[in-house]
């Protein structure tokens, strides 16, 4: 068979020319077919032979593709996606691993991630009652800043401290009457009416107090208090808040040290609350604060209680309607003097951890959740020597989007931050104020609008509220 030798021309010719260039330096056996338009087609013969492409001749990004910095990957030469590095600073939380990677020029050793160094204002000082002993914050008045109410416990009264929007504050000149000894408190809308109510624990009343938040701006107070018995000589020490039957309602639930019990309170139309279930936690056990969390996902609010006696954590599993069932006994809390225990995420998994501050052993522990209501081996971190750390609260202190934990110091009068290296472990604490000796409560917020979280003490030596600003180094 042969072969014509006519020459292509046109659109022919310059398509040969194209695939003699492309085929250079290969040898195959083969024939190239080329399409000759009005003129036919002529086989033309070529010998190459396929061999791997050059690194040079690996296809080029197509024109749209996203250049870096902007493709949403993290490149070789960028700390985090799209930001560091040859490309522009990251924002706090981001990976990072020079300052130069970092808006605001401050790369967090412990995280690896963007935040700032944690500095404080000198403490500014309030009259409080008489013992004050616990703390909360919320905007109570609705006019979009934090404000704060303290429970003086041997006075059985709260106060309100309504806040300017700077920071600073203005104690109502009339305190509200709670129930016998407050000890704890929280703040929730009990009647949906968009005004946040207080309710207490009352360790000598052996009850709770629920206090109903009315008016707005200058004009909230707190109503008359309407009280709940828990169980005799209780010695009912703490109260949490949340949603335990799913009604959309807030509940309440309250420890009972004396009585080795949890107090159930279920929300009714019109503010009020159910009388109380007690739920056992064993006849040795002394429950000294509890919190809420759904600690096995299975969207159903469940309850976990530090127990001062067998340092251990108790753990009810919910049902969804407001009844519980005990689980198996937890790990230790390998510390003593476990007063305040909180759950909240420490190792960013999406599953709840608790926290727990340990006066008597001078430490905090960190339980970290499995997410089947059961936790790992407690992670104990030191508060300092000799500190005595009563009660905690837990913000992002340094702003690298890792969680940390304050605590303040009954016996050592410091407040000291313990910064989160993001796994639930914390690292040494740092001073964040001496506010004054018998600290109890403690509460972290932005309490002057700068993004940057702030301190509220309640001391009890002195018979004052501390603010204690948090400020940029």
């Known amino acids: 068979m042969g072969f014509s030798r006519a020459r292509a021309r046109g659109p022919a010719r310059s398509l040969a020319r194209e695939a003699r260039t492309l085929l ?26 396929p061999t791997p492409l050059d690194a040079a001749e690996v296809p080029l990004p197509t024109p749209d593709a996203a250049p870096p910095c902007a493709n949403g990957v993290a490149d070789v030469g960028e700390s ?77 009264t709260v106060a309100i401290y309504r ?65 709940y018995l828990t169980a005799a000589g209780a010695e009912t020490s703490n109260v949490a808040v949340g949603d335990l039957d799913g009604d959309g309602l807030p509940d309440a639930v309250a420890s009972n040290p004396q009585a080795h019990s949890i107090s159930v309170f279920l929300a009714r139309p019109g503010a009020t609350l159910s009388p109380a279930t007690n739920l056992p936690c064993g006849p040795q056990s002394e429950p000294y604060s509890v919190a809420i969390g759904d600690f096995d996902g299975d969207g159903a609010a469940d309850l976990a209680a530090a127990d001062d006696r067998s340092r251990t954590v108790v753990v009810m599993r919910g049902r969804g309607d407001g009844r519980f069932d005990a689980l198996p006994a937890q790990p230790a809390i390998e510390g003593t003097g476990s007063f305040i225990l909180l759950a909240r995420d420490m190792n960013r998994d999406g599953v709840l951890d608790l926290v727990v501050s340990n006066r008597s052993s001078h430490d905090v522990s960190v339980l970290l959740g499995r997410g089947d209501g059961t936790f790992h081996a407690a992670l104990v971190a030191t508060a300092g020597p000799l500190s005595g750390p009563y009660a905690l609260a837990v913000a992002d202190f340094n702003l690298d989007g890792v969680p940390d934990v304050v605590v303040s110091s009954f016996l050592s009068g410091a407040t000291s931050v313990l910064l989160g290296r993001g796994d639930g472990r914390l690292a040494a604490p740092l001073l964040g104020a001496t506010t004054g000796a018998y600290s109890y409560g403690v509460a972290a917020a932005d309490l002057d609008g700068d993004g940057i979280p702030d301190l509220a003490v309640v001391n009890a030596v002195n018979n004052t509220l501390a603010v204690v600003l948090g400020t940029a180094p």
């Open 24 to 49: 250079r330096g290969r040898r195959v056996r083969a024939f190239l077919i080329l399409c000759c338009g009005v003129v036919g087609c002529d086989a033309v013969p070529a010998e190459v032979v």
């Open 80 to 156: 985090d996606v799209d930001c560091g590095g040859v490309c522009g600073a990251c924002a706090n939380g981001r990976r990072c691993t020079a300052a130069a990677d970092c808006l605001g020029g401050y790369c967090v050793a412990l995280t690896g991630r963007c935040g700032r160094a944690v500095a404080f204002a000198a403490p500014v000082l309030y009259a409080a009652g008489f013992k004050p002993y616990a703390i909360a914050a919320g905007d109570l008045d609705g006019d979009g800043d934090v404000d704060l109410v303290v429970a003086n416990e041997l006075e059985s």
């Open 163 to 227: 806040n300017n929007g700077a920071g600073a504050f203005t104690r109502l000149p009339a305190a509200a009457a709670t129930g016998e000894y407050p000890t704890g408190m929280a703040i929730a809308d009990f009647d949906h009416d968009g005004i946040p109510d207080v309710i207490t624990a009352d360790y000598h009343g052996n009850s709770v107090s629920l206090l109903r938040g009315t008016g707005v701006g200058a004009s909230y107070r707190l109503a008359a208090r309407a009280s």
